[in-house]
Each structure stands twice: as structure tokens, then as C-alpha cells.
T-cell receptor, first 111, second 113 residues
Framework: RKEVEQDPGPFNVPEGATVAFNCTYS??????FFWYRQDCRKEPKLLMS???SGNEDGRFTAQLNRASQYISLLIRDSKLSDSATYLC????????????FGDGTTLTVKP | NAGVTQTPKFRVLKTGQSMTLLCAQD?????MYWYRQDPGMGLRLIHY???????AKGEVPDGYNVSRLKKQNFLLGLESAAPSQTSVYFC????????????FGQGTRLTVV
């Protein structure tokens, strides 16, 4: 079983739709969580951190469920520019290099 | 704002050749990382460094070596390239390894024939 698992998609949604991605992690000692966005053939960039209390940034909402060991990303009112691959990242704070990336979920927003 | 710069951006190698990928960051970050990304997959950590003069193995270190002689630079070496090392290589840096954003370079597309 992979340490971090994501539904690869692709998710094809119309503009204005709400879409949600889930990511599960296997190591209960994981301490910090992030969503990164990667555009085609480009480098990943931080979209948002995920806090225990949940957090929101405009149309994006991230939540963490430690008991079930998953994090989620909700995108409301999807825009064409949201089309990208979304990477779930899980860190174990005890090891500086232990950032584990999921394989990514691909989102395509269509007119 | 240069951030993280990787050179070269593209390279084609013949099997058995060697090369060095250079990563430079101007953010005074302590931590630096080398990842590889294969089609349809996430990033896998090759090697990392928690400070000048230090290096450590990641998830897939075989066939690669690294050096961090200066804080701002992290070099990735392939001593004898193999077709299995065809991939996109990303360098990243972060202020610390805990709860902080990692900044990535634009990637190096390496093809080994």
C-alpha cells in the first residue's frame, strides 16, 4: 500500500461546478499536510497548507481527518484556470526529508 | 526573484555517460531536495540535505550522488546513466523541513538513450 494515495481521476467538470478530492495516508505519525498544484510540465507550487481545524482560501477549502487519516480539498465555482494536477503532500516532522507526495489528481474544467 | 534555478533544463544522454545537475537557491534556505517525477506519478525523493555539508538518502537514491558544498547549491550526479533514469528532475528548497513551503525549480527533463 502506498503511503499517500489519491484518486488519479481525471475529474472533468463544467465551469462553476464544485469538486472534491480526497487523499489518504497510512502513517498515523504524519504531522503536516499540504496541497500542491502542478500545471502541465511545470513545477509544483504550494496551493495551501491543511490545518487540523480546516482552512479556507477563497474558493478552496482544505480539511484534515486524523481519525480516518485523510485530507480533502474542495474547490467551489470551478474556473478554467483551475485545470491542473493536485498533489497531496504528507510530512513526518521527525525527518527533514520525509515529504511524501501522492501521485496527484488531475482536474479538467471545461467551458 | 530567482528562487530556485536548475540547470540544464533539457538533456539527452547516452547510456553510460555521466552528468551533473545543478540546483541553486537564493532564499538562504537550509533544506534542499532532489526529486524525480515519472509520467503519471508523484514526486519521489532521491536525496536531500539539511544544511551545508550534509546529505542524506531519500526513497530512490540508487544510481545518484549529491553534494552540498555551498549552502545555496545542491548538485545531483549521475555517474553512469541508464534508460531507467529517464525522468523529470525537480530540485526544491525550504527554510526548514517542518511545516514550511517547499519551493521548486522548473525541472530538468533528462532522456537517456
Amino acid at each position: 500500500r502506498k503511503e499517500v494515495e489519491q484518486d488519479p481521476g481525471p475529474f472533468n467538470v463544467p465551469e462553476g461546478a464544485t469538486v472534491a478530492f480526497n487523499c489518504t495516508y497510512s502513517n498515523s505519525a504524519s504531522q503536516s499536510f499540504f496541497w500542491y498544484r502542478q500545471d502541465c510540465r511545470k513545477e509544483p507550487k504550494l496551493l495551501m497548507s491543511v490545518y487540523s481545524s480546516g482552512n479556507e482560501d477563497g474558493r478552496f477549502t482544505a480539511q484534515l481527518n486524523r481519525a480516518s487519516q485523510y485530507i480533502s480539498l474542495l474547490i467551489r465555482d470551478s474556473k478554467l484556470s483551475d485545470s491542473a494536477t493536485y498533489l497531496c503532500v504528507v510530512n513526518m516532522n521527525t525527518n527533514a526529508g520525509k515529504s511524501t507526495f501522492g501521485d496527484g489528481t488531475t482536474l479538467t474544467v471545461k467551458p | 526573484n530567482a528562487g530556485v534555478t536548475q540547470t540544464p533544463k533539457f538533456r539527452v544522454l547516452k547510456t553510460g555517460q555521466s552528468m551533473t545537475l545543478l540546483c541553486a537557491q537564493d532564499m538562504n534556505h537550509e533544506y534542499m531536495y532532489w526529486y524525480r517525477q515519472d509520467p503519471g506519478m508523484g514526486l519521489r525523493l532521491i536525496h536531500y540535505s539539511v544544511g551545508e555539508g550534509t546529505t542524506a538518502k531519500g526513497e530512490v537514491p540508487d544510481g545518484y550522488n549529491v553534494s552540498r558544498l555551498k549552502k545555496q547549491n545542491f548538485l545531483l550526479g549521475l555517474e553512469s546513466a541508464a534508460p531507467s533514469q529517464t525522468s523529470v528532475y525537480f530540485c526544491a528548497s525550504s527554510y526548514t523541513g517542518i511545516n514550511t513551503e517547499a519551493f521548486f525549480g522548473q525541472g530538468t527533463r533528462l532522456t537517456v538513450v
